[in-house]
Antibody
């Protein structure tokens, strides 16, 4: 069974930093493309970033609102996905979901999410 | 800001058929990228409902169906049931943004 468990969320002041982690199990993590998706309170889903498997080049892409501030990375030796978030803004407040994503674009497994609150 | 537009809400009586539209543009749905649909029950993470425009993952009832034409896609729910009350999102890839895009989301209410 695929399991994705996010951690690292919490309360941080504007301008601060936070690193989210996602522990993966139940599938071959190293062969799988991974995503972060976020959802602000009461709002819709927003794609944050994707990292391909190293086999497919390990390319990283980030959404425009977070480019230059957030960095997605992976440690295949630990089956773990990360999201380093710097220069946080109040608009980054959201539940952050770790997901698998197929090359076709379908997001087939989601974690339970971790809440990040950016507030002074 | 979502680039895929959905109606904010749709409603129907039990047993009825409802449809949710997802309107994109020539850089996403119109460019031939697949459309996927997700169901999000209150307080839970989204789950895949339709992938590759019209395919259902195992375990998803055949009451749910998807289609795509031109720059739009749609999700149909036939035989509406109380348990279908949820938020529904479409998703695709956008070549101008070089990333995935979600629809604005639609809340389905069973009357």
């Amino acid at each position: 069974e695929v399991q994705l468990v996010e951690s690292g969320g919490g309360l941080v002041k504007p301008g601060g930093s936070l690193r989210l982690s996602c522990a993966a199990s139940g599938f071959t993590f190293s062969n799988t493309w991974m995503n972060w998706v976020r959802q602000a309170p009461g709002k819709g889903l927003e794609w944050v970033g994707r990292i391909k498997s190293k086999l497919d080049g390990g390319t990283r892409d980030h959404a425009a609102p977070v480019k230059g501030r957030f960095t997605i990375s992976r440690d295949d030796s630990k089956d773990t996905l990360y999201l380093q978030m710097n220069s946080l803004k109040t608009g980054d407040t959201a539940v952050y979901y770790c997901t698998t994503v197929r090359p076709s674009g379908v997001i087939d497994s989601w974690g339970q999410g971790t809440l990040v609150t950016v507030s002074s | 800001q979502s680039v895929l537009t959905q109606p904010p809400s749709v409603s129907g009586a039990p047993g009825q058929r409802v449809t949710i539209s997802c309107t994109g543009s020539s850089s996403n749905i119109g460019a031939g990228y697949d459309v996927h649909w997700y169901q999000q029950l209150p307080g839970t993470a989204p789950k895949p409902l339709i992938y590759g425009n019209s395919n259902r993952p195992s375990g998803v009832p055949d009451r749910f169906s998807g289609s795509k034409s031109g720059t739009s896609a749609s999700l149909a729910i036939t035989g509406l049931q109380a348990e279908d009350e949820a938020d529904y999102y479409c998703q695709s890839y956008d070549s101008s943004l070089s990333g995935y895009v979600f629809g604005t989301g639609t809340k389905v209410t069973v009357l």
